[in-house]
């Protein structure tokens, strides 16, 4: 190895590189965009800050982020300031971050409108899910800073207009890092006021960082969690927390809050005597109607003349009674013509007069029997009358009267062709009247020019 040649080890080269980047960058700003954000389970927050042409890995510890009041986002444009330091373990340079700004909303601004988008997206922030404010209350629980102005305003407005009401004051911190746990425990102590009606949360004016105790998420959830209604009374009128939008009812000051909560009592008693006066005219005008009714009826026919009534009574009933009359002789002649009916069924029914009717009948049976049979018998003699005449007319006899003969071989054939017979053979003519024998001497069929 030559003596010129100065070799270094990788933790050697890694330290030189070290000292001398860190030593050249202490502290540094930085512009970019967050990107690859990652949030693990030990607090620290590990990014990417980049711009067109290049990036740096960045890191935001644990005890760094209570100092961040928003929440980093991918995407988001922002300036950062820290220092540089190299990583030896695996030769990467990094920027630990001591503060972190958001460019174009301030940093508070933002971490406002990112709470906010987030508890109006889970409702807290619905009109539904706002409590009317009790109309009379007893018990005042007023949550704020015992030494400043809010508390004296309020006081004084509750004492001018209702002395007697009974408040729970539940000191806080207003401002700074442990005043949002003092108001979410005050709420939780609150809850164990026996007769609770209503609650003031506020405190005076004062800028953003002032008035941030009351844009933490936990004061926030404990307002709404509380279980009577709340009032929220921050900072002036024009100023708006996150807890104005989560209470039942915002004020814009603290001693608008306690004339809000209480009524004058001044104007309660001239209320309660206006309803008095009101009520004792009411009644006045309500017995006077009743007094005329009353004068009215006893006015009517029924009271100056009672014995009209019985009277119509008794027309009534003699109306009845005559109509009872007349029903009950209507309903006799019915059963007696019922009973008049019933006889002559009954007397038709009767053994005697049945075989007396049975007789009539059956002569009448007979007479009837007696004329069919006889109409019966002409139809018969008429029908064979004209048969015998149709078999008159059929009959061969009747041919034979007009002048024709019947011609039968010995075997008893009758003779309709000539070829039926040979010369020699005996037959017999039949007459109208009479038989001739004769025996055939020739024959000869039929000429046509010989009929007749």
Not at 157 to 165: H, N, P
Not at 372 to 388: D, G, L
Not at 414 to 422: F, G, N
């Amino acid at each position: 190895m030559s003596p010129e040649r100065a070799v270094l080890t990788v933790s050697e080269l890694t330290g030189r590189i070290k000292a001398h980047l860190e030593d050249g960058f202490p502290t540094v700003w930085v512009q970019g965009e967050i990107s690859n954000l990652r949030l693990p389970s030990s607090g620290h927050v590990y990014f990417t800050l980049k711009d067109e042409s290049a990036q740096i890995r960045a890191v935001l510890f644990r005890s760094r982020t209570r100092h961040v009041r928003f929440r980093p986002e991918d995407g988001m444009q922002v300036l950062a300031f820290g220092g540089l330091e190299i990583y030896a373990a695996r030769g990467e340079y990094q920027m630990v971050v001591e503060l972190l700004e958001p460019q174009g909303l301030g940093a508070l601004q933002l971490a406002f409108e990112q709470l906010k988008k987030r508890l109006q997206a889970e409702g807290l922030f619905e009109a539904g899910r706002k409590r009317p404010l009790p109309a009379f209350p007893r018990v005042i629980g007023v949550v704020t800073s015992p030494t400043g102005a809010a508390i004296r305003d309020i006081l004084h407005v509750i004492g001018r207009r209702f002395a007697d009401l009974r408040i729970v004051v539940c000191p806080v911190r207003v401002q700074g890092d442990g005043a949002p746990a003092d108001i979410v425990e005050a709420l939780r102590c609150l809850r164990q006021v026996a007769g609770l009606d209503v609650v003031i949360v506020g405190r005076g004016g004062g800028s953003i960082e002032d008035l941030w105790a009351f844009n933490d998420e936990r004061v926030a959830r404990a307002i709404a969690a509380c279980p009577v209604p709340v009032v929220s009374a921050v900072g002036h009128e024009t100023d708006f927390t996150i807890a104005d939008f989560v209470a039942d009812l915002r004020a814009p000051t603290p001693s608008a809050a306690a004339e809000l909560v209480v009524r004058e009592k001044l104007a309660v008693l001239r209320a309660v005597v206006e309803l008095n006066a009101r009520l004792r005219q009411a009644m006045a005008m309500h017995i006077e109607r009743h007094r005329e009714r009353v004068d009215a009826l006893a006015r009517r026919r029924v009271f100056t003349d009672p014995a009209r009534a019985l009277r119509d009574h008794h027309r009534r009933v003699d109306e009845l009674r005559a109509r009872l009359a007349a029903a009950a002789r209507g309903r006799r002649r019915e059963l007696a013509h019922r009973a008049e009916l019933a006889t002559n069924a009954l007397s038709s029914l009767h053994p005697l007069a049945r075989i007396s009717h049975g007789r009539a009948v059956l002569g009448q049976l007979r007479g009837r029997l007696t004329a069919a049979a006889s109409h019966r018998a002409k139809i018969a003699e008429h029908r064979f009358a004209a048969a015998v005449g149709q078999l008159q007319s059929l009959s061969p006899l009747a041919v034979l009267g007009r002048g024709y003969s019947l011609t039968r071989l010995s075997s008893g054939v009758v003779v309709r062709r000539a070829a039926q017979a040979a010369p020699g053979d005996a037959i017999e003519i039949l007459l109208g009247e009479g038989a001739l024998g004769a025996r055939v001497t020739e024959v000869q069929e039929r000429d046509e020019r010989h009929q007749v």
